[in-house]
Protein backbone atom coordinates (compact mmCIF):
# COMPACT_ATOMS: atom_id res chain seq x y z
CA UNK A 1 0.00 0.00 0.00
CA UNK A 2 1.27 3.42 -0.91
CA UNK A 3 0.66 6.12 1.58
CA UNK A 4 1.80 9.90 1.10
CA UNK A 5 2.60 11.62 3.93
CA UNK A 6 2.71 15.20 4.33
CA UNK A 7 6.22 14.91 4.77
CA UNK A 8 6.41 13.66 1.55
CA UNK A 9 4.63 16.58 -0.55
CA UNK A 10 6.72 19.66 -0.47
CA UNK A 11 5.21 22.86 0.64
CA UNK A 12 6.30 25.05 -2.14
CA UNK A 13 6.84 28.68 -1.71
CA UNK A 14 3.37 30.29 -1.73
CA UNK A 15 1.59 26.75 -2.85
CA UNK A 16 -1.65 26.55 -1.05
CA UNK A 17 -2.38 23.71 1.14
CA UNK A 18 -6.23 22.40 1.87
CA UNK A 19 -7.40 19.96 4.27
CA UNK A 20 -10.63 18.00 2.95
CA UNK A 21 -12.93 17.03 6.16
CA UNK A 22 -14.90 13.59 6.18
CA UNK A 23 -18.09 14.18 4.79
CA UNK A 24 -16.48 15.55 1.89
CA UNK A 25 -14.88 12.44 0.86
CA UNK A 26 -17.91 10.93 2.15
CA UNK A 27 -20.14 12.94 -0.35
CA UNK A 28 -18.03 11.67 -3.14
CA UNK A 29 -17.69 7.94 -2.40
CA UNK A 30 -21.57 7.83 -1.95
CA UNK A 31 -21.60 9.66 -5.40
CA UNK A 32 -23.94 12.26 -3.52
CA UNK A 33 -21.54 15.05 -4.87
CA UNK A 34 -18.39 14.45 -7.22
CA UNK A 35 -15.14 15.86 -5.30
CA UNK A 36 -14.63 17.98 -8.22
CA UNK A 37 -18.15 20.13 -7.28
CA UNK A 38 -16.03 20.63 -4.28
CA UNK A 39 -12.52 21.64 -5.84
CA UNK A 40 -13.95 23.27 -9.13
CA UNK A 41 -13.36 27.01 -8.15
CA UNK A 42 -10.43 25.85 -5.92
CA UNK A 43 -6.30 27.20 -7.42
CA UNK A 44 -5.02 23.84 -9.21
CA UNK A 45 -1.82 24.65 -8.28
CA UNK A 46 -2.49 23.04 -4.52
CA UNK A 47 -1.65 20.44 -2.31
CA UNK A 48 -4.77 18.62 -1.30
CA UNK A 49 -4.28 16.30 1.90
CA UNK A 50 -6.52 14.85 4.78
CA UNK A 51 -5.76 14.29 8.77
CA UNK A 52 -5.11 10.88 9.88
CA UNK A 53 -8.21 11.45 11.94
CA UNK A 54 -10.29 12.30 8.83
CA UNK A 55 -8.76 8.61 6.81
CA UNK A 56 -9.74 6.72 10.72
CA UNK A 57 -13.37 8.83 10.38
CA UNK A 58 -13.92 7.48 6.55
CA UNK A 59 -12.84 3.81 6.88
CA UNK A 60 -14.54 3.07 10.02
CA UNK A 61 -18.15 4.43 7.96
CA UNK A 62 -17.14 2.48 4.59
CA UNK A 63 -19.16 0.05 3.22
CA UNK A 64 -17.60 -3.27 1.74
CA UNK A 65 -18.70 -1.99 -1.87
CA UNK A 66 -16.43 1.23 -1.16
CA UNK A 67 -13.44 -0.37 -0.58
CA UNK A 68 -11.45 -0.02 -3.64
CA UNK A 69 -12.75 3.34 -4.66
CA UNK A 70 -12.24 4.44 -0.79
CA UNK A 71 -8.66 3.54 -0.84
CA UNK A 72 -7.87 4.71 -3.98
CA UNK A 73 -9.15 8.31 -2.80
CA UNK A 74 -7.49 8.11 0.38
CA UNK A 75 -4.20 7.07 -1.07
CA UNK A 76 -4.29 10.00 -3.82
CA UNK A 77 -4.02 12.54 -0.58
CA UNK A 78 -1.07 14.21 1.63
CA UNK A 79 -1.95 13.11 5.18
CA UNK A 80 -1.17 14.86 7.89
CA UNK A 81 -0.63 13.06 11.09
CA UNK A 82 -1.58 13.75 14.34
CA UNK A 83 1.44 15.03 15.68
CA UNK A 84 2.80 16.29 19.35
CA UNK A 85 2.21 19.50 18.10
CA UNK A 86 -0.98 19.52 16.67
CA UNK A 87 -2.17 17.60 19.92
CA UNK A 88 -1.05 20.34 21.79
CA UNK A 89 -2.72 22.31 20.13
CA UNK A 90 -5.96 20.77 20.14
CA UNK A 91 -6.66 20.36 23.23
CA UNK A 92 -5.29 24.81 23.31
CA UNK A 93 -8.43 25.09 21.26
CA UNK A 94 -11.07 22.46 22.71
CA UNK A 95 -9.94 24.55 26.59
CA UNK A 96 -10.63 28.08 25.24
CA UNK A 97 -14.07 26.53 23.31
CA UNK A 98 -14.90 24.95 26.55
CA UNK A 99 -14.33 27.71 28.96
CA UNK A 100 -16.91 29.76 26.61
CA UNK A 101 -19.32 27.36 27.05
CA UNK A 102 -18.88 25.04 23.64
CA UNK A 103 -18.63 21.70 23.34
CA UNK A 104 -16.53 20.37 20.51
CA UNK A 105 -15.42 17.33 19.82
CA UNK A 106 -11.95 16.16 20.06
CA UNK A 107 -11.41 15.06 16.51
CA UNK A 108 -12.40 17.97 14.90
CA UNK A 109 -10.55 19.95 17.54
CA UNK A 110 -7.65 17.18 16.19
CA UNK A 111 -8.52 18.86 12.59
CA UNK A 112 -8.77 22.27 13.02
CA UNK A 113 -5.19 22.35 14.81
CA UNK A 114 -3.42 20.39 11.99
CA UNK A 115 -5.60 23.26 9.83
CA UNK A 116 -4.01 25.93 11.65
CA UNK A 117 -0.25 24.64 11.93
CA UNK A 118 0.04 23.33 8.34
CA UNK A 119 -1.90 27.03 7.31
CA UNK A 120 -4.32 25.04 5.09
CA UNK A 121 -7.66 26.13 4.19
CA UNK A 122 -10.07 23.09 5.60
CA UNK A 123 -13.13 22.06 3.34
CA UNK A 124 -16.20 20.88 4.70
CA UNK A 125 -20.05 21.04 4.67
CA UNK A 126 -19.56 20.96 8.61
CA UNK A 127 -18.45 24.52 9.41
CA UNK A 128 -20.24 24.73 12.74
CA UNK A 129 -17.71 22.02 13.48
CA UNK A 130 -14.76 24.52 13.31
CA UNK A 131 -15.76 28.10 14.98
CA UNK A 132 -12.56 28.32 16.16
CA UNK A 133 -11.05 28.67 12.38
CA UNK A 134 -14.07 30.07 10.88
CA UNK A 135 -11.56 32.38 8.41
CA UNK A 136 -9.73 29.13 7.46
CA UNK A 137 -13.10 27.50 6.03
CA UNK A 138 -13.96 26.72 2.50
CA UNK A 139 -18.06 25.55 2.25
CA UNK A 140 -19.06 23.81 -0.60
CA UNK A 141 -22.25 25.84 -1.59
CA UNK A 142 -24.03 22.58 -3.02
CA UNK A 143 -26.13 20.86 -1.08
CA UNK A 144 -24.90 17.81 0.96
Known sequence: MCVRFAAAVPRAGNMLTYLIDSDILINHLRRRVP????LGDLKSVA?????????AEVYSGMRPSEETATRQLIEGLAHFPVTTPV???AAEL????GKAGNTIALDDCLIAATALLEKA????G???????????IT??????
Open 35 to 38: LRAY
Open 47 to 55: RYGCSTIVV
Open 87 to 89: AEK
Open 94 to 97: RRRL
Open 121 to 124: TLIT
Open 126 to 136: NGKHYPMITDK
Open 139 to 144: QPVYPL
